[in-house]
T-cell receptor, first 113, second 113 residues
Framework: NAGVMQNPRHLVRRRGQEARLRCSPM?????VYWYRQLPEEGLKFMVY????????ESGMPKERFSAEFPKEGPSILRIQQVVRGDSAAYFC???????????FGQGTRLTVV | GESVGLHLPTLSVQEGDNSIINCAYS??????FIWYKQESGKGPQFIID?????DKRQGQRVTVLLNKTVKHLSLQIAATQPGDSAVYFC????????????FGAGTTVTVRA
C-alpha cells in the first residue's frame, strides 16, 4: 500500500512562471490537506479538500494560489506568477475521513530563482 | 537533555540519555495533540498523540505529557539513539471536524555518540 505520493520532489521555477504541485493520496483516502513549510519553520496549513470540494482554504494566500482535488486524479496545488517568497517545501497529507489520522507525503521543494 | 522555556531551537543529548522536548500550544480549545518527527528532506512522521482528556500517554520509548492548565506539551524519549536525530514538532488540532493542524516551530535534536 503506497503512501502519499508527491511529485515532483524538487521544482525550480523562474519568477513569473507557474508551479504545479501534485499529490496522490493513499488508496482509499478522499481527504487532502496542503501545508507549506518555510526554511527552519513549522508547517503552516493552507487548504483542506475533499473530492471535488474545497472545505477550508483559510490558509491560502488570496492571490496566485489555487488548489483542486478532482474526482479522478491527484490533488493539484497551483501557484501562478511565482515570486522568491514562494520558495518553500509544500507537503500534502491525506486521510480516510475528516478526523482520522492524516499521513504526510515527502513534500515538494519549490525553489524560485 | 531537556529543552527549556517555551521552545528551544536545538537540543543536544548524549546517546543513551533521556531527551525532553517542550512545547507551548496556543489554543485552549484544542482537544488533540500530536508529536511529529521530521528528518532532513522528508515529510513529518507521526510519533505519538494525546487527547485533552488525558495527561499522559506512553508509546515505545516515548511518552507525551499534557498540562492543560499552562497549555504545555512535552515529549520524552528514553535511551536516545542516533536515529532519533531530527526536528521534532508539536501540533494541535483546533477543529474537531477535521485534521487541520497548527504546528509549533520545532526543536532540532542532535544525538552525540
Amino acid at each position: 500500500n503506497a503512501g502519499v505520493m508527491q511529485n515532483p520532489r524538487h521544482l525550480v521555477r523562474r519568477r513569473g512562471q507557474e508551479a504545479r504541485l501534485r499529490c496522490s493520496p493513499m488508496k482509499g483516502h478522499s481527504h487532502v490537506y496542503w501545508y507549506r513549510q518555510l526554511p527552519e519553520e513549522g508547517l503552516k496549513f493552507m487548504v483542506y479538500l475533499q473530492k471535488e470540494n474545497i472545505i477550508d482554504e483559510s490558509g491560502m494566500p488570496k492571490e496566485r494560489f489555487s488548489a483542486e482535488f478532482p474526482k479522478e486524479g491527484p490533488s493539484i496545488l497551483r501557484i501562478q506568477q511565482v515570486v522568491r517568497g514562494d520558495s518553500a517545501a509544500y507537503f500534502c497529507a491525506s486521510s480516510q475521513q475528516g478526523r482520522n489520522e492524516a499521513f504526510f507525503g515527502q513534500g515538494t521543494r519549490l525553489t524560485v530563482v | 537533555g531537556e529543552s527549556v522555556g517555551l521552545h528551544l531551537p536545538t537540543l543536544s543529548v548524549q546517546e543513551g540519555d533521556n531527551s525532553i522536548i517542550n512545547c507551548a500550544y496556543s489554543n485552549s480549545a484544542s482537544d488533540y495533540f500530536i508529536w511529529y518527527k521530521q528528518e532532513s528532506g522528508k515529510g513529518p512522521q507521526f510519533i505519538i498523540d494525546i487527547r485533552s482528556n488525558m495527561d499522559k500517554r506512553q508509546g515505545q520509548r516515548v511518552t507525551v505529557l499534557l498540562n492543560k492548565t499552562v497549555k504545555h506539551l512535552s515529549l520524552q524519549i528514553a535511551a536516545t539513539q542516533p536515529g532519533d536525530s531530527a526536528v521534532y514538532f508539536c501540533a494541535e488540532n483546533i477543529n474537531a471536524r477535521d485534521y487541520k493542524l497548527s504546528f509549533g516551530a520545532g526543536t532540532t535534536v542532535t544525538v552525540r555518540a
